[in-house]
């Protein structure tokens, strides 16, 4: 039994992915209605529809499931697990996304075998529509901390073919920042000034400035830890974080300057913070994008940390405002 707890825009992207690999996953939702949703691909600007996913079943009554996806968000994770581990036998959790980083807190829960799986897919999933984004950049990295079992290799998540490429790693965290890095770039520092990218970078320094500096932290991070880069396919990593580290600030900020360029890198997409945050008024990701600098005390993470209790500031504002 396959089973995807969440169907966000991870969870919906999984559900069609397999269901496209012949597959019958089976959904834990807490919604109280699961909708059909249709798929779309977002390419050289033109939207195409893809598929339309009808059927969806939720998970019932007792078993034993092989695979348990966790694409909730990072703040519902435990809930989630929790109210699984309750009725089911759970052989393997995959934690996707937002929810690496909680490996600690899942295992104390869970002493199973536990892999994170990493997308470079840009998504975007609402009023029952999922688009997807920069398809022939896609990759899907599969991690573990150790070599737990290979037969994981064999299941046929090969959601490669024309989605995305599944690869294997043993360097969870090197992976795991690398994606840090990415997810950061054009998200929350904008949102921390409650502007989009395009709005903010080419009138604000001290905004420009923010942004260089939290990518530069993580790559001293990275750097100090012998981490080493991952590089995804279609984003060299390395080469970014070096443009980020070593760019003279001049240079970089002309960079930024170009509204027409940032909208361009990111395909005229709303930031997932400031979607989250300032459009809907709900939580964000903060303890997975930022929140980790509280395990790493010794480091200077200076302008991650202003960033995540500025973003925390926020939701009180905001979130308290929307309900």
Same mark, same amino acid.
């Given at each position: 039994?396959?089973?995807?707890a969440g ?10 992915? *397999?269901?496209?690999?012949?597959? +019958?996953? @089976? ?42 996806? @966790?694409?909730? +968000? ?12 309750? =009725?089911?036998?759970v052989k ?13 807190? &899942? ?30 950049k896609s ?10 079992? %290979? ?46 990218? #395009? ?12 942004? +260089? ?12 830890? +012998? ?18 580290? =070593? ?10 300057? =170009?509204?027409?360029? *940032? ?22 990701? &903060?303890?997975?994008?930022?929140? #980790? ?26 979130? %308290?405002?929307?309900?």
């Amino acid at each position: 039994m396959i089973v995807i707890a969440g169907l966000g825009s991870i969870g919906s992207f999984l559900y069609f992915l *397999l269901s496209q690999k012949g597959y +019958k996953p @089976l959904v834990f939702s807490k919604r109280q209605e699961i909708q059909p949703f249709e798929v779309f691909c977002l390419s050289k600007n033109e939207r195409k529809f893809i598929a339309k996913i009808e059927n969806i079943a939720r998970v019932e009554g007792e078993g034993k499931i092989e695979y348990l996806f @966790l694409s909730s +968000k990072a703040f519902e994770t435990k809930n989630y697990l929790k109210s699984i581990l309750l =009725n089911y036998e759970v052989k393997r959790i995959i934690l996707t996304q937002n929810g690496i980083g909680l490996e600690e807190e &899942v295992r104390e829960m869970f002493p199973g075998n536990i892999y994170y799986l990493t997308f470079t897919t840009a998504l975007e999933f609402n009023n029952s529509q999922l688009t997807i984004f920069n398809l022939h950049k896609s990759q899907a990295v599969l991690t573990s901390i150790n070599n737990q079992e %290979k037969d994981l290799l064999d299941f046929e998540i090969d959601i490669n073919s024309n989605y995305c490429l599944l690869s294997y790693s043993f360097n969870h965290l090197k992976v795991r920042f690398s994606k840090l890095i990415l997810n950061l770039i054009l998200n929350v520092v904008p949102s921390a000034f409650e502007e989009l990218p #395009w709005q903010v970078f080419p009138n604000n320094p001290e905004a420009v400035k923010m942004e +260089k500096d939290l990518i530069r932290e993580i790559c001293n991070f990275i750097d100090d830890q +012998k981490l080493g880069y991952y590089n995804f396919r279609g984003y060299n990593t390395y080469f970014i974080s070096q443009v980020y580290k =070593n760019l003279p600030f001049s240079i970089f900020r002309i960079f930024y300057s =170009n509204p027409n360029f *940032l909208k361009k890198l990111r395909n005229d997409r709303v930031p997932s913070f400031y979607n989250d945050l300032i459009l809907k008024g709900q939580k964000t990701e &903060v303890e997975y994008y930022l929140g #980790w600098f509280k395990k790493y005390p010794n480091y200077d993470l200076s302008t991650v940390k202003f960033l995540y209790n500025r973003i925390i500031e926020m939701e009180g504002k905001y979130c %308290k405002r929307n309900n």
